[in-house]
């Protein structure tokens, strides 16, 4: 199998994220919808929900979007931390539920993009990695790896990290 057939996005699983974002917004389309939504995800019940409980939802019925930094960044996003912000102690609030049901989907449709290119399974990206994945993020040959990877790189560690990663990608309007 060559590197460029083996670096393809999986269809299969993003065909699956789009089959469970509609039924989840099918549940959730109203108000009573997303109450109940809430209700389980608020197991204990304190009309707030940590990043704890979101995971313990996440894992139990919907293994799919189980994908910690995608789950983190999504965390981060709903509650409105900062990307640098290296603590758990925001809590999500109801009128907060729906941007993290987006931001499940959508991070974790970058997560996919980003574990593709990450051949190593070291949650980073090398610039070795960014060359042989390139092309997966759909630019053109006008592009140049080395100069897309060092804009990606936000602290020039030499490596791009997950939320460096999802920065650039939503900035540059990617979509799935």
């Known amino acids: 199998m060559s590197v460029a057939h ?4 999986d269809a299969k699983l993003l065909k699956n994220l789009d089959a469970l974002e509609t039924k989840i ?26 990043l704890a409980e979101i995971d313990k939802l996440v894992v139990e019925k919907y ?9 983190m960044r999504a965390y981060k996003h709903a509650t409105g931390k900062p990307e640098t ?10 009128p907060q539920l729906p941007e993290l049901l987006k931001g499940l989907f959508y991070y974790n449709r ?4 980003f574990d593709k290119i990450d051949t190593d399974d ?8 960014f060359k042989a994945g390139f092309g997966v993020l759909g630019l053109d040959k006008k ?7 060092k804009e990606i790189d936000l602290n020039a560690g030499g490596i791009i990290l997950f939320d460096e990663f999802c920065a650039w990608y939503s900035e540059h309007g990617k979509e799935f």
């Open 110 to 113: 970058v997560y996919h993009v």
């Open 63 to 71: 293994p799919l979007l189980n994908k910690k930094p995608a789950l």
């Open 25 to 50: 917004q099918a549940l959730t389309q109203d108000e009573a919808g997303l109450k109940t939504m809430w209700q389980k995800l608020d197991f204990n019940g304190n009309g707030l929900v940590s």
């Open 6 to 9: 083996s670096l393809k996005l």
């Open 143 to 149: 592009h140049k790896a080395e100069t897309v990877f």
């Open 85 to 94: 912000s290296s603590t758990d102690c925001a809590l999500v609030e109801f």
């Open 122 to 129: 070291d949650r980073r990206i090398d610039l070795a990695e």
